[in-house]
Structures are given as C-alpha cells and as structure tokens.
C-alpha cells in the first residue's frame, strides 16, 4: 500500500484557511514523485503554518519562530540524500528569520522554502507581516498598516535563490506541479504561496485573489529556466522575473518566475573541499572502531603541530 | 638567569608578527627540550596596537606565567611604555636603540588611560617622557637596558633594504641567543614557521646568524642549556586542544559564526578537516571529512548543529558571550527536544561587547541558565590544554548518551595558551553514542517508558518522528495535556539524575596536591596552573595548600565539595570574574560560604607572583578578598 503522507493528528486551523491547499500540494507533490516517507523531512518555524509538519507522516520538526531555514539546513548539509522542506509563515521568514531567508540564498543549500504568505501573523491574531502593504487595514488592525511590504520574490532573486516561484494555495494542481520542480532541483528553491487567512485578513481573500491570478506558463513564450547551453540569456532572464515580481494590484502572476540550473549547490560545493561528502555525508560515517576507540589519529592529523624528536 | 625557568615578554605592534616570533622561540625552547607555556594578550584591533606574548621555559612543566619577566623584547617603542610594571631586578630589555628618543606624547597606538597612567609614573620619577625615560625608570626598578641596532644586524646580511620583515626573526633570534638555546633550534623554528618557502627561509636564516653574531660579540649569551631527549610532542593551543579533541570525538558536523576567542577552533577544525584516520580496523574505512560551516549568525549556527544532531551527526558550535546570548532560545529548544548538540564556549571580559580580546570566567552563571524553562544540560569546563582535547570528546560523548546539550567553557586565557602536550592518548576516552531504538513504524521518539529518563533515539533518514518546541508526547506532537507534561517533564529531568550517577566524581571535581592540607584553594578553568604553581612555592616554605578544583557545574558533585570545604579550615576562591561565581554555585548547591576571595577582572592572565601575594595577604588574616591587577 502506498505510504499516506498525512499524519493522523486532527488538524487545526480555521476552515476555509489557505493552509489546507498547501497541505494538499505537499503530499500529492511526494506522492506522485513516489519519494521514501524516510527521504523526505519538513522543518517549519512558528505560527499557524508552523504546524505543517504535524500533520505530514514524515519526519519533521517543528523549530522556533524565524529560524526553519538554519535548522533545515543543518538536517540538508548532515544528509544531503534527503529532501528538505521548509513551510513557515511570512512573519516567520520575512521579519524574525529575515536574515536566514537571506543568507539561504548566499547558499543555495537545496531546501524547498514554500512560504505561507497571508500577509499577517495568524497565530498572534492578525498583526500585520512583512508582505501586508502600506496604508492596508484587514479587520484585525485597528489602524492602516504603517509599514511598507517586502515583495518575497524579488527579495529571494536578490539574494541568490536559483528557484523563484508562486503558488495560490486554491489551485493544488498547479501548487503541486511547482514543488515537484523545486524538489527535483538542486538548489534552494522558493515557493511564495499566496493563502488566504479568512480569519483574519478580509482584504486579500480567495475571491480576491481568484480575479488577479493568472499563469507565466500559459505565455508559450515564457522560458524562465537558465542552463549552461543559454547562459548568454541569463541577465535578461533575470531582469523578466524581476518586473513580473512587481506586477500585484491588478494581476498577480503565479508559476515559475526564474529557475537557474548553472549555480552549483551548496553541497556540490562542500564535496569540492571534501571529496568523500556525498557518498560520505557527515550522518553516515563511522566514528569510532568495535570496541569504542577513536578512529582519528590525533599526532597524523594534526601533525603540523608535531614538535618532532631529534 | 635562572636557566631552569626562564620568562619571557615579547612585544610589539598587532599584525607585526609577534605571534610568529612567539611560535619560533617556543618551539626553540621545544626543540632543545624545554617546556614552554605561553599566552597571547592582544587589542580587539588588527593593525598597530600593543600585542605581546608572555612565555615561560622550564626543565619541567611550567604550568603558569609569571613577572617581573626575565626577558622584555621590544619590537616597538610601545612595548617599553606598556611594560613598565613588568621589569624587576635583573630583567633584560631588549630594543632598538632607533626607539630611545621616541616620545610618550606621539604613541597614538597606547590607549589614552593608560598612556596617562605611564605619563604619570614617569613624572613622578622626574623621568623625561621617552623611552630613554623609561628605560631610566627600568634601570632604577633593576632592570638591565641592552640596546641593539635592528637595523645594523640586519643590514649584514640583508642588503636589499627590506630589514623591516626580519624584526619578528631577529627579536626571537636575540632573545634565543641570550638565554643560551642553540642556533640550530631556532634554525629548525624559522623552517618550521615557512613551510615550503624556500626563498623566505634562507634570508631569515641569514638574519640568525648574524644576531648570534652579535650576541656571541657582546657575550650576552650565556652557556647553552644541556640537551635533552626529546619526545614527540604536539604545541597546541586551547583552541587547538578543543578542535582536535572534537575530532577524535567523533564531530563530523560544526557551525560557527566568527568571533574571538572562538573562531580559532572553527578554523583549526576546518583546516584538519579531511581527518587521518588511526590504522588498525579503519584502515579500510572510507574517507571522511567533518563539514564546517560559517554562519550567518549564532542563531544559525546553534539552530544548524541541532538540524544536524537530527539526522545522527556529532555536531557542535563554538562561539564567546555575545554569540551565546543570541544562542539562547535554541539552546532551551535542545533542551525541550533533547537534541545531542555541543556548544563551546569560549568565555571573554563582558559585559556586552566588553573586553573582546581579554580573559573572563564572568559566563558561569550563565551557561548553567541559559535559555527560558527549565530543562537538563551538561556544564563542563577545562582548565588546561590537554583537558581541552578530552573534555571535548566528553562533551559529545553526554550530549549523545544523555540526549542534550552539553555547553563546554574555555576561557579566552586558556584558548590562547600555548602548551606541549606529551601524547595524546587515544584510548583515554571512548566514543560513546546513544542507545538506538528498533527502527519500525511504532518508534516513538519521546518514549516515557524509560527508568532512566533516556528515550531511545533514531534519525531523519531513517525514521519517522516529530520535533516541537512545545511540549509534547511521546511520538513528539504538539500536546498541553497536563499529565502528559508532567511525565515529559519528569523523564526529561530523571536524565539530569542518571547523568549525576553515571558521571564518577573524578570528572566532576578534583583535590590536587595533599589531600590533608588544611588550606583550600577552590578554583576553576586556566586558574588550574598558576594555582598549582603557586601551591608548590607555599609547599617549599612548609605551607600546605590543596586545591578543590572544579569540572563540572551541571550536574555538581554537591557533596563532595561540600565534604571536602567543610573540613578545611581556611577555603579560598580563585575566579577571573567580579562576583565568585563559582562561589555562588557553591553556596547555592551546597550551602557552603566561602569567606575568602581572589578575583581578577581586569581581563589579563593571574600570574605565579600576584596570586602568591595574595594568597600571602589572606593568609596573613589582613584582609578576606584580594583583587588581582597585573598585567598590561
Ligand atoms: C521569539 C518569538 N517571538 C514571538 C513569538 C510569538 N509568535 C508566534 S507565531 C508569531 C507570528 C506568526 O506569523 P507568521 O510567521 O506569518 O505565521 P502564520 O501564523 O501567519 O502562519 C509570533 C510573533 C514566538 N513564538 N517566538
Ligand atoms: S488564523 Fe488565518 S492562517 Fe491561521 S489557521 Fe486561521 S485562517 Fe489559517
Ligand atoms: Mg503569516
């Protein structure tokens, strides 16, 4: 029998929430990719998307508020044979964990980050986040939002992540089909999924979003994808992802919005410094001898510091 | 000169390479089968401030520093200035005479109070405020001046006009040459210290030559030591001693994010990385290779380790007091979730950014609570450079068998101590891993049914199981259920008692020197050697002194130290903190007051001289609490 990559804890959120088509993308994505329930692990910061992993049968953490992409990334660069989801909330990655949403781009680690983007904190009741706009006011502010918003996308080319695409949490098909590609790439994808929070953000609803989504894909001439044969083209390809990263208000553009397959991973990276790291990662090899003993040899090890006899 | 204990300060700007002259004359004194110890004392700059290098050489193990020096070598005007305290009767200073007319006034690298300071000294003296001013005041102090033109030593044999890069070689060759070490010692330094550059060696080689020339010309030098057998041995550093230990002990995975005094051992086990393995069984063994990652942040660095630990690896971090604040919330997140993770910490002067270069032991109280709630951890702590390397392969060794996190403290004055350490052993401590459950589709990670407290583990890779910072049951999902915390909560804390059992008093806490002495020195961390030291002066006067030194904090060994203090009759504390935090521990787990105190927190090493003072003036019933403040 097929494995059922949801868990058998009830789950939580509010109805109608957004988070359920995220849920449901995941699990068709692994299913269909026929993955190992023990090749997979999620890693999820906190609030209401937090919860993710509880409710997915594979291992998975659910880590502290702002900080899923470093733990993820240690659980990655430990056992690079896994695949590494990251499901956390907008506050999450875009204020308190901004830093490691950054940096993970720097590396290219090979996480698939799928960011749960309803524009507020859910969990601490509706506090605007990092991607609500200026002046916006959902029902549960008691005035306009006085910060300005941070576009995720462009944010994520910005910093170096080799994958950028959008999802809406209400059309699965395509969700789906997105983070089957970030999972079969090999570097650190990014996957913004707008999800509406009924409970608490009664601007940007299903319906909403429903009039202003539209495809990249459904332009036959849209190719966001960079190899080593049309490298030339990469600047253009690049700037393209930029200005559809800008186009909201009227249209939203869902689908992969840039794909670069030219920037080595960070663990092709690591193996140029340690040869044996992919058939050897760190969480398969032996540390000591049958009886207990160190296998390391301290003086041949660190026999630059040898005061050698006479 | 005492040629069977020699002491030596060497100074110059920061970046100048005084550490490499350190390096040759250490592994000189090494070479002709001296022990050395050495610390290095530094400004949170790069480029231009006062750094030096105290170092001490014995026939036997020198385990402590001392002043007035033997030796002072100036690299630059400054040192002469920053030093004034340090030179005593017989001390020989050497410098270039190009730096007697060099002014106090235009020394813009020594840091305003305490140019102020040697101003003040100078006046008082009546002294001109220059070099040759100070050396006066040296002279006046006992202190033997021997100006040497760097310049016209070098210029005999270097003839290109870049003498500037052989000071460090010259410094160090004079300094050699005066103490009697044969030339060839320092010889095999400078081959040592350039490696494969063929073309650098020999002029530096040249340079050595031609300052035991001069040496030899002035008959400074004085009779060569005896040669001795020598044995390999390895020079390491705290930091050093740490990395190597954290490798035999099975590290494969470390994160860190750079700050001092830490970094030094992300960069040691970096460079060792590739690892060479010990013969025997793993000969045949597939290569390995421990992965090292720089951080964005501590945060990242401590939350990596943990994802690491996940999936089986022996991971840890290492980082100083500001890192490890940031490291807090992670820190009780292991805590909660049991996660095996090692932090080593490298403890500095704070509070805040603090003295960033300086020795402290002011992270105690800290470490041993760190992070919000309550939960188990392991605190370890070493005191020299041997214990480094096998407190760290204990530290991964609890973290996996009692599944948590073990915070391991090394202060900055022993990360920068140099020390020759005999052999390693490799058979002293055992790789211990955790007790593993049956891989399988009932596996719960957080198993209540343990007497123990230790849920067996698995691992992402290979099993299926939940993590949350919340708490949780027994598979690791979400709960608030207030049965199932209690039970969590218990068997989380029955590993703290298991661990107390388990762990033999020796690692926790231990008496050295005669056990029936009536005076107890209690102390902790690098304050090991100089309280060794100096209780072996007392001894040779007929004074008897044992130290209670501690190990471990967490858990304590509460009734030992208890037992040991309540029958002394005079208990003193020695800590390089304000308060006495070890101190504090102690009352607080035992109920034991200690009456006496010596602290030091001016951010320098205790040497030998001060701590036999004080311990003098507590002894003498003068006073109860002596604040130590030597060092510049
Ligand atoms: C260090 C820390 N600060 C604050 C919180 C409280 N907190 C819990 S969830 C949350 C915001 C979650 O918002 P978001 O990441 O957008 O997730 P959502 O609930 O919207 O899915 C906050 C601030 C916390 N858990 N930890
Ligand atoms: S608060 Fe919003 S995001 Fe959270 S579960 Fe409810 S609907 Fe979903
Ligand atoms: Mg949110």
């Known amino acids: 029998m097929a494995h059922n990559f949801r868990s058998d804890v009830a789950i939580d959120w509010c109805p109608g929430c957004g988070d359920f088509g995220i849920i449901t993308g995941i699990t068709q994505a692994i299913t269909e990719m026929e993955l190992k329930p023990e090749e997979v692990a999620v890693v999820s910061g906190i609030g209401c998307s937090g919860k993710t992993p509880h409710y997915l049968n594979i291992a998975g953490i659910h880590t502290l508020h702002g900080r899923s992409i470093p733990f993820a990334v240690g659980v990655k660069l430990s056992n690079p044979g896994l695949k590494v989801l990251v499901t956390s909330g907008d506050g999450d990655m875009l204020s308190i964990g901004a830093g490691h949403f950054v940096a993970e781009g720097r590396r290219n680690t090979g996480l698939t980050v799928i960011l749960y983007d309803n524009e507020v904190y859910g969990l601490t009741k509706g506090q605007a986040a990092p991607t609500m706009g200026l002046g916006m006011q959902t029902k549960s502010l008691t005035k306009p939002n006085i910060f300005g918003k941070i576009n995720p996308i462009a944010l994520a080319l910005a910093s170096g992540y080799t994958f950028v695409a959008r999802g809406f949490s209400f059309d699965t098909k395509q969700l789906k089909e997105i983070i089957k590609k970030a999972l079969a790439h090999d570097g650190t994808a990014l996957i913004d999924v707008l999800q509406p929070c009924p409970t608490y953000n009664n601007i940007n609803t299903m319906e909403w979003y429903r009039k202003r989504v539209y495809k990249l894909e459904d332009d036959k001439g849209w190719n966001p994808t960079i190899t080593k044969e049309n490298e030339a083209e990469a600047i253009d390809k690049y700037q393209k992802a930029y200005v559809k990263s800008l186009e909201w208000e009227e249209r939203i553009p869902t689908g992969i919005f840039y794909e670069n397959k030219t920037i080595p991973s960070f663990t092709k990276r690591i193996a140029g410094f340690v040869p044996s790291y992919l058939s050897n990662p760190p969480a398969k090899q032996q540390v000591s001898d049958s009886n207990g003993f160190t296998i390391v040899d301290p003086v041949k090890t660190f026999k630059d510091k040898l005061v050698e006899s006479a | ?632």
């Open chain 2, 1 to 632: 000169m005492p040629e069977s204990d020699i002491s030596i300060v060497i100074g110059g700007p920061q970046g100048g390479g005084i550490d490499t002259s350190a390096t040759m004359i250490g592994r000189a004194f090494a070479y002709s089968g001296m022990n050395v110890i050495s610390v290095r004392e530094f400004h949170s700059n790069i480029k231009g401030r006062h750094s030096y290098v105290h170092l001490r050489a014995r026939k036997d193990v020198p385990r402590s520093l001392k002043f007035p020096a033997d030796l002072l070598v100036a690299l630059d005007p400054d040192t002469i200035f920053e030093h004034f305290e340090d030179v005593g009767k017989g001390t020989k200073i050497i410098y270039d005479s190009s730096f007697e007319n060099s002014d106090l006034n235009q020394a813009r690298m020594i840091m305003r109070d305490t140019s102020k300071k040697i101003k003040n000294h100078l006046e008082t003296g009546g002294y001109p405020l220059t070099v040759k001013g100070m050396l006066e005041a040296m002279k006046a102090r006992g202190g033997i001046p021997i100006a040497v033109s760097f310049d016209g030593i070098i210029s005999e044999v270097i003839k290109d006009g870049t003498n500037a890069r052989y000071y460090n070689t010259l410094g160090a060759a004079i300094t050699l040459s005066i103490v009697g070490i044969p030339e060839e010692f320092i010889i095999e330094s400078i081959k040592y210290v350039f490696g494969s550059k063929e073309k650098v060696i020999s002029p530096n080689i040249e340079v050595v030559k031609s300052a035991y020339r001069f040496s030899s010309s002035k008959s400074f030098a004085s009779t060569p030591t005896e040669k001795v057998n020598r044995i390999p041995k390895l020079m390491l550093t705290g930091n050093d001693g740490a990395a190597l230990g954290k490798l035999m002990g099975g590290l494969r995975f470390q994160t860190y994010y750079p700050i001092t005094p830490a970094s030094d051992e992300s960069s040691a086990i970096e460079e060792h990385q590739a690892m060479e393995w010990i013969g025997g069984e793993s000969s045949s063994l597939e290569k390995g290779g421990v992965t090292v990652v720089q951080t964005e942040d501590e945060i990242s660095a401590i939350t990596m380790a943990c994802g690491a630990a996940l999936t089986g690896s022996r991971s840890a971090t290492a980082t100083s007091g500001p890192g490890f604040s940031l490291m807090a919330e992670a820190i009780s997140f292991a805590g909660m979730d049991e996660i095996p993770v090692v932090v080593t910490l490298y403890q500095r002067g704070g509070p805040s950014t603090g003295l960033p270069t300086r020795n402290s032991q002011s992270d105690l109280l800290f470490a041993l609570n760190t992070g919000h709630g309550e939960f188990p951890r392991i605190v370890i702590s070493s005191g020299d450079v041997e214990e480094c390397i096998y407190d760290a392969m204990k530290a991964l060794n609890y973290a996996q068998r009692y599944q948590l996190p073990v915070i391991h403290l090394i202060d900055k004055n022993l990360a920068n101590t140099t020390q020759l350490v005999d052999s390693v052993d490799a058979k002293k401590v055992k790789v211990e891993g955790p007790a593993i459950a049956k891989s399988g589709p009932d596996f719960k990670r957080y198993d209540l049914n343990t007497k123990n407290g230790i849920s067996k583990t698995g691992y992402f890779g290979r099993d299926i199981f939940w993590m949350t910072g919340d708490e949780h049951d027994e598979l690791g999902h979400v709960t608030e259920d207030p049965d199932m915390r209690d039970s969590q909560m218990e068997k989380r804390f029955r590993k703290m008692e298991t661990a107390d059992r388990e762990i033999p008093v020796e690692d926790k806490a231990e008496i050295i020197g005669d056990k029936k002495a009536e005076t107890t020195l209690v102390t902790w961390g690098s304050q090991k050697g100089v309280a060794q030291d100096v209780a072996q002066m007392f001894a040779k006067k007929g004074v008897k002194i044992k130290i209670l030194y501690l190990k471990m904090f967490e858990p304590f060994p509460s009734d030992f130290v208890l037992e040991v203090l309540s029958k002394s009759k005079t208990v003193i504390d020695l800590e390089s903190n304000m308060l006495g935090q070890a101190a504090q521990v102690i009352r607080m787990k035992t109920g034991f007051k200690i009456e006496n105190q010596i602290v030091k927190y001016n951010g320098r090493h205790i040497t030998e001289d001060e701590l036999y003072e004080g311990i003098e003036k507590i002894m003498s019933g003068k006073t109860k609490k002596v604040v130590l403040r030597n060092g510049a």
